[in-house]
């Protein structure tokens, strides 16, 4: 007599999905360990990066802001005309902030994510991979704004501007800091090598220099061209902070800083998630 088998079910394990790339950050202040190992490795070559970060926007400033303002004279803006020279240094200083922060966003991260394994020594300890982007982007951020302070005690010094505002100004530049830090990190996640950042600079970072009212009114460009322009993060900034050189309150300042804001918010997700898709995590 033959025993009937019991038809058996194959055993599935399941094993739980892996979470979206895409889900919400998941920060905690143990972003301020990495920040701090990033402040202490660059303490000791603070006066040369500091040095380096600014002879170019100053070179921009005296060869353009006193050569070529003897042969402009004055600009208009709006209903206002001001000095070539202060024309000028409002916005290339707003270009120096997104010039500093993309640089350390991109080769300084760069190195310490792909080629030193910093981040995957840090993740060995409780500390997330959400929190190192964090730190970064901050840490990014914070040389911007260390860049544009000496430029603006340059300025001072210079006599470009007195205005009280100025501290205005520098609360706009370091948001600027954070939006074109988040920016740059998104290229950041997507490189495999150093020659991937060229893209960033050709095509973006360039032509976003000379359609952002850096070195003239955006009013001189094609009109379509002037409403693209007004959506480019650096002319968002450039708009808040050049009313504040001219001791003035920036006109719809409202909608540039939401643009600047939707851009640094939109941006940091964006690069999270590919970060973590690099990583799989």
Same mark, same amino acid.
């Given at each position: 007599?033959?025993?009937?088998?019991?038809?058996?079910?194959?055993?599935?394990?399941?094993?739980?999905?892996?979470?979206?790339?895409?889900?919400?950050?998941?920060?905690?202040?143990?972003?301020?360990?990495?920040?701090?190992?990033?402040?202490?490795?660059?303490?000791?070559?603070?006066?040369?990066?500091?040095?380096?970060?600014?002879?170019?926007?100053?070179?921009?400033?005296?060869?353009?802001?006193?050569?070529? *303002?003897?042969?402009?004279?004055?600009?208009?803006?709006?209903?206002?005309?001001?000095?070539?020279?202060?024309?000028?240094?409002? *916005?290339?200083?707003?270009?120096?902030?997104?010039?500093?922060?993309?640089?350390?966003?991109?080769?300084?991260?760069?190195?310490?994510?792909?080629?030193?394994?910093?981040?995957?020594?840090?993740?060995?300890?409780?500390?997330?991979?959400?929190?190192?982007?964090?730190?970064?982007?901050?840490?990014?951020?914070?040389?911007?704004?260390?860049?544009?302070?000496?430029?603006?005690?340059?300025?001072?010094?210079?006599?470009?501007?007195?205005?009280?505002?100025?501290?205005?100004?520098?609360?706009?530049?370091?948001?600027?800091?954070?939006?074109?830090?988040?920016?740059?990190?998104?290229?950041?996640?997507?490189?495999?090598?150093?020659?991937?950042?060229?893209?960033?600079?050709?095509?973006?970072?360039?032509?976003?220099?000379?359609?952002?009212?850096?070195?003239?009114?955006?009013?001189?460009?094609?009109?379509?061209?002037?409403?693209?322009? *007004?959506?480019?993060?650096?002319?968002?900034?450039?708009?808040?902070?050049?009313?504040?050189?001219?001791?003035?309150?920036?006109? *719809?300042?409202?909608?540039?800083?939401?643009?600047?804001?939707?851009?640094?918010?939109?941006?940091?997700?964006?690069?999270?998630?590919?970060?973590?898709?690099?990583?799989?995590?």
């Amino acid at each position: 007599m033959t025993t009937p088998t019991l038809a058996t079910e194959p055993s599935s394990s399941s094993s739980p999905p892996s979470p979206s790339a895409w889900r919400p950050p998941q920060l905690s202040m143990r972003w301020w360990p990495v920040f701090l190992r990033n402040l202490l490795v660059w303490r000791k070559l603070a006066i040369p990066s500091l040095i380096g970060n600014i002879a170019e926007p100053l070179i921009w400033l005296v060869a353009f802001g006193y050569g070529m *303002g003897a042969l402009v004279g004055q600009v208009s803006v709006g209903e206002t005309k001001v000095p070539y020279i202060l024309f000028l240094a409002s *916005g290339s200083i707003c270009m120096s902030a997104m010039n500093a922060a993309s640089f350390e966003a991109l080769y300084s991260a760069f190195s310490r994510m792909h080629v030193q394994k910093t981040w995957d020594g840090i993740m060995n300890a409780p500390v997330g991979l959400d929190d190192i982007v964090l730190a970064e982007m901050l840490w990014a951020a914070f040389k911007s704004i260390f860049t544009v302070t000496a430029i603006l005690f340059v300025m001072l010094g210079l006599g470009i501007s007195h205005s009280p505002k100025l501290f205005v100004a520098w609360l706009v530049l370091a948001g600027a800091g954070v939006t074109f830090s988040s920016i740059a990190l998104i290229f950041n996640a997507m490189a495999k090598g150093y020659d991937f950042f060229t893209y960033y600079f050709t095509l973006f970072m360039t032509p976003m220099m000379f359609l952002s009212g850096v070195f003239f009114p955006l009013e001189q460009l094609p009109g379509a061209v002037q409403v693209v322009a *007004g959506w480019l993060p650096l002319a968002n900034a450039v708009a808040l902070v050049r009313p504040l050189f001219m001791d003035q309150w920036p006109v *719809g300042w409202v909608r540039h800083a939401c643009v600047l804001a939707v851009y640094a918010g939109v941006a940091f997700w964006v690069a999270l998630a590919l970060t973590r898709k690099r990583f799989r995590a």
